[in-house]
Protein backbone atom coordinates (compact mmCIF):
# COMPACT_ATOMS: atom_id res chain seq x y z
CA UNK A 1 0.00 0.00 0.00
CA UNK A 2 1.37 3.00 -0.74
CA UNK A 3 1.90 5.83 1.71
CA UNK A 4 3.45 9.26 1.44
CA UNK A 5 5.21 11.12 4.41
CA UNK A 6 6.38 14.65 4.84
CA UNK A 7 8.49 16.22 6.58
CA UNK A 8 8.90 18.27 8.62
CA UNK A 9 5.42 18.79 9.39
CA UNK A 10 6.03 22.15 10.51
CA UNK A 11 8.50 24.84 9.30
CA UNK A 12 9.02 28.88 10.90
CA UNK A 13 11.69 30.88 8.76
CA UNK A 14 12.67 34.35 8.39
CA UNK A 15 11.31 36.39 5.38
CA UNK A 16 14.33 36.24 2.32
CA UNK A 17 15.31 32.25 3.52
CA UNK A 18 15.48 29.60 0.79
CA UNK A 19 13.82 26.49 2.20
CA UNK A 20 13.23 22.61 1.12
CA UNK A 21 10.76 20.64 2.14
CA UNK A 22 10.40 17.04 1.65
CA UNK A 23 8.56 13.83 0.40
CA UNK A 24 8.65 10.57 0.02
CA UNK A 25 6.61 7.51 -0.89
CA UNK A 26 7.25 3.70 -0.59
CA UNK A 27 6.04 2.57 -3.88
CA UNK A 28 8.18 3.64 -6.77
CA UNK A 29 5.67 2.92 -9.06
CA UNK A 30 4.22 5.90 -9.72
CA UNK A 31 2.68 8.16 -12.49
CA UNK A 32 2.63 11.90 -11.44
CA UNK A 33 3.51 13.35 -8.11
CA UNK A 34 1.89 16.83 -7.40
CA UNK A 35 2.65 19.78 -4.63
CA UNK A 36 -0.31 21.17 -3.52
CA UNK A 37 -0.74 24.85 -1.46
CA UNK A 38 -3.91 24.92 0.69
CA UNK A 39 -4.09 28.30 2.45
CA UNK A 40 -6.09 27.93 6.07
CA UNK A 41 -9.58 27.68 5.11
CA UNK A 42 -9.47 27.00 1.37
CA UNK A 43 -9.01 24.22 -0.85
CA UNK A 44 -6.01 22.86 -2.29
CA UNK A 45 -4.05 24.83 -5.44
CA UNK A 46 -2.07 22.83 -7.77
CA UNK A 47 1.80 24.21 -7.73
CA UNK A 48 3.34 21.92 -10.11
CA UNK A 49 2.93 18.08 -11.00
CA UNK A 50 5.92 16.33 -12.24
CA UNK A 51 5.53 13.11 -14.18
CA UNK A 52 7.59 9.58 -13.28
CA UNK A 53 9.43 10.52 -16.68
CA UNK A 54 11.05 13.74 -15.29
CA UNK A 55 13.74 14.73 -12.87
CA UNK A 56 12.15 18.22 -12.21
CA UNK A 57 9.27 21.27 -12.94
CA UNK A 58 9.86 24.72 -12.07
CA UNK A 59 7.63 27.53 -11.60
CA UNK A 60 8.93 30.74 -10.69
CA UNK A 61 10.75 30.99 -7.41
CA UNK A 62 9.18 27.34 -6.93
CA UNK A 63 11.32 24.38 -7.80
CA UNK A 64 9.89 20.52 -7.60
CA UNK A 65 12.62 17.73 -7.89
CA UNK A 66 11.75 13.79 -8.44
CA UNK A 67 13.93 10.68 -7.54
CA UNK A 68 11.65 8.04 -8.49
CA UNK A 69 14.08 5.25 -7.25
CA UNK A 70 14.52 6.26 -4.16
CA UNK A 71 11.31 7.22 -3.65
CA UNK A 72 11.91 11.07 -3.00
CA UNK A 73 10.49 14.22 -4.14
CA UNK A 74 11.68 18.05 -2.43
CA UNK A 75 10.32 21.19 -3.39
CA UNK A 76 12.28 24.08 -3.21
CA UNK A 77 11.29 27.58 -2.59
CA UNK A 78 13.56 30.65 -3.14
CA UNK A 79 13.48 33.74 -0.95
CA UNK A 80 10.47 33.11 0.80
CA UNK A 81 7.89 35.50 1.34
CA UNK A 82 5.39 36.15 4.28
CA UNK A 83 2.52 35.34 1.35
CA UNK A 84 4.30 31.80 1.16
CA UNK A 85 2.79 31.11 4.45
CA UNK A 86 0.59 27.54 3.98
CA UNK A 87 0.26 24.37 4.06
CA UNK A 88 2.03 22.43 1.62
CA UNK A 89 0.93 18.83 -0.03
CA UNK A 90 2.29 16.42 -1.72
CA UNK A 91 0.40 13.53 -3.71
CA UNK A 92 1.25 10.55 -5.46
CA UNK A 93 -0.75 8.72 -7.98
CA UNK A 94 -0.52 5.78 -10.55
CA UNK A 95 -2.20 6.83 -14.08
CA UNK A 96 -5.49 7.74 -14.24
CA UNK A 97 -6.17 6.98 -10.31
CA UNK A 98 -6.96 9.12 -7.44
CA UNK A 99 -4.64 10.73 -5.07
CA UNK A 100 -2.44 9.10 -2.60
CA UNK A 101 -1.95 12.26 0.00
CA UNK A 102 1.00 13.11 2.59
CA UNK A 103 -0.22 15.23 5.83
CA UNK A 104 1.66 17.92 4.99
CA UNK A 105 3.87 20.77 5.92
CA UNK A 106 2.51 23.52 7.24
CA UNK A 107 4.88 26.48 6.48
CA UNK A 108 5.11 30.14 8.21
CA UNK A 109 7.46 32.82 7.03
CA UNK A 110 8.02 35.77 9.01
CA UNK A 111 8.98 39.37 8.16
CA UNK B 1 -13.80 29.55 -15.94
CA UNK B 2 -15.74 28.72 -12.46
CA UNK B 3 -13.16 25.28 -12.66
CA UNK B 4 -14.23 23.11 -10.44
CA UNK B 5 -17.81 24.47 -7.59
CA UNK B 6 -18.97 22.84 -4.73
CA UNK B 7 -22.41 23.42 -2.45
CA UNK B 8 -23.01 24.38 0.23
CA UNK B 9 -19.75 25.26 1.52
CA UNK B 10 -21.13 25.06 5.20
CA UNK B 11 -23.46 22.78 6.96
CA UNK B 12 -24.44 21.49 9.87
CA UNK B 13 -26.60 18.48 10.42
CA UNK B 14 -28.01 16.35 13.48
CA UNK B 15 -26.87 12.68 13.73
CA UNK B 16 -29.07 10.77 11.68
CA UNK B 17 -30.43 13.37 8.97
CA UNK B 18 -29.63 13.10 5.17
CA UNK B 19 -27.87 15.64 2.87
CA UNK B 20 -26.16 15.91 -0.25
CA UNK B 21 -22.99 17.25 -1.72
CA UNK B 22 -23.34 18.61 -4.66
CA UNK B 23 -19.79 19.09 -7.59
CA UNK B 24 -19.65 20.38 -10.86
CA UNK B 25 -16.78 21.04 -13.10
CA UNK B 26 -16.27 22.90 -16.11
CA UNK B 27 -13.24 21.96 -17.57
CA UNK B 28 -15.00 18.87 -19.54
CA UNK B 29 -12.95 16.37 -17.39
CA UNK B 30 -13.52 12.60 -17.33
CA UNK B 31 -12.43 11.56 -14.14
CA UNK B 32 -13.94 13.43 -11.17
CA UNK B 33 -12.90 12.50 -6.95
CA UNK B 34 -14.49 12.95 -3.44
CA UNK B 35 -12.27 13.20 -0.67
CA UNK B 36 -12.17 14.38 2.77
CA UNK B 37 -9.94 15.75 5.31
CA UNK B 38 -9.22 15.56 8.76
CA UNK B 39 -6.87 16.66 10.88
CA UNK B 40 -3.89 15.00 11.37
CA UNK B 41 -5.14 12.21 8.64
CA UNK B 42 -4.56 14.17 5.97
CA UNK B 43 -6.75 13.36 2.43
CA UNK B 44 -8.50 10.41 2.27
CA UNK B 45 -10.34 9.66 -1.37
CA UNK B 46 -13.92 8.45 -0.73
CA UNK B 47 -15.40 7.59 -4.43
CA UNK B 48 -14.13 8.30 -7.47
CA UNK B 49 -15.81 8.05 -10.78
CA UNK B 50 -13.01 7.56 -13.55
CA UNK B 51 -15.84 8.46 -16.16
CA UNK B 52 -19.35 9.20 -16.83
CA UNK B 53 -21.91 6.15 -15.47
CA UNK B 54 -19.20 4.39 -13.80
CA UNK B 55 -17.75 4.65 -10.13
CA UNK B 56 -15.45 3.08 -7.71
CA UNK B 57 -14.93 2.81 -4.23
CA UNK B 58 -11.91 4.37 -2.52
CA UNK B 59 -9.74 4.50 1.03
CA UNK B 60 -12.99 5.29 3.35
CA UNK B 61 -16.23 5.00 1.26
CA UNK B 62 -18.74 3.49 3.92
CA UNK B 63 -21.39 5.92 5.07
CA UNK B 64 -21.15 7.31 1.89
CA UNK B 65 -22.95 7.29 -1.94
CA UNK B 66 -22.28 9.03 -5.02
CA UNK B 67 -23.91 10.03 -8.41
CA UNK B 68 -22.40 10.74 -11.54
CA UNK B 69 -25.33 12.49 -12.44
CA UNK B 70 -23.71 13.61 -16.11
CA UNK B 71 -19.74 14.60 -16.68
CA UNK B 72 -20.03 17.38 -15.05
CA UNK B 73 -21.50 16.65 -11.88
CA UNK B 74 -20.66 14.34 -9.44
CA UNK B 75 -22.77 13.88 -5.98
CA UNK B 76 -22.23 12.75 -2.68
CA UNK B 77 -24.82 11.61 -0.48
CA UNK B 78 -24.66 10.99 3.44
CA UNK B 79 -27.91 9.20 3.94
CA UNK B 80 -27.69 9.06 7.74
CA UNK B 81 -25.56 11.19 9.01
CA UNK B 82 -22.93 10.44 11.74
CA UNK B 83 -20.61 12.45 13.75
CA UNK B 84 -17.38 10.77 12.44
CA UNK B 85 -18.55 12.43 9.04
CA UNK B 86 -17.89 15.57 10.76
CA UNK B 87 -14.98 16.69 8.15
CA UNK B 88 -14.20 19.14 5.02
CA UNK B 89 -15.12 17.48 1.63
CA UNK B 90 -13.47 18.54 -1.27
CA UNK B 91 -14.56 17.10 -5.30
CA UNK B 92 -11.52 17.62 -7.61
CA UNK B 93 -11.64 16.55 -11.34
CA UNK B 94 -8.53 15.86 -13.92
CA UNK B 95 -8.33 15.07 -17.29
CA UNK B 96 -6.90 11.49 -16.91
CA UNK B 97 -4.86 11.73 -20.08
CA UNK B 98 -1.88 9.73 -20.33
CA UNK B 99 0.78 12.57 -20.55
CA UNK B 100 -0.84 14.53 -18.06
CA UNK B 101 -3.16 13.84 -14.73
CA UNK B 102 -3.60 17.23 -12.91
CA UNK B 103 -6.42 17.12 -10.37
CA UNK B 104 -8.20 20.45 -9.89
CA UNK B 105 -9.94 20.78 -6.18
CA UNK B 106 -12.97 22.77 -5.42
CA UNK B 107 -13.08 25.17 -2.42
CA UNK B 108 -14.23 22.36 -0.08
CA UNK B 109 -17.58 21.91 2.09
CA UNK B 110 -17.35 21.99 5.76
CA UNK B 111 -19.59 19.63 7.35
CA UNK B 112 -20.52 19.52 11.42
CA UNK B 113 -22.58 16.61 12.60
CA UNK B 114 -23.72 17.14 15.98
Known amino acids: KQEVTQIPAALSVPEGENLVLNCSFT??????LQWFRQDPGKGLTSLLLIQSSQREQTSGRLNASLDKSSGRSTLYIAASQPGDSATYLCAVNRAGTALIFGKGTTLSVSS | NAGVTQTPKFQVLKTGQSMTLQCAQDMNHNSMYWYRQDPGMGLRLIYYSASEGTTDKGEVPNGYNVSRLNKREFSLRLESAAPSQTSVYFCASSERRASTDTQYFGPGTRLTVL
Open chain 1, 27 to 32: DSAIYN
